[in-house]
């Protein structure tokens, strides 16, 4: 796996929380929720890419 996704992820993970305490502090929850859920999206996708690469790997490895 790589250095640099690693630092994304925890990038994304770090921006995340901070907004999410801002629009909480502010009184805005549903978006807090909405950006918390955003961010999840976000770092799904960035993972597709690699799960599909793991997929991969073990079905040419069992040959199949």
Known sequence: ???DLI???AAIGILV???NQLL???GRE???MMTTLAGLVVVLMMLLEQISNLFGTVK???GL
């Open 1 to 3: 796996m790589q250095v």
């Open 7 to 9: 630092f994304k992820i």
């Open 17 to 19: 929380a901070v907004l």
């Open 24 to 26: 909480v502090r502010s």
């Open 30 to 32: 549903e978006q807090a």
């Open 60 to 62: 040419s490895l069992f």
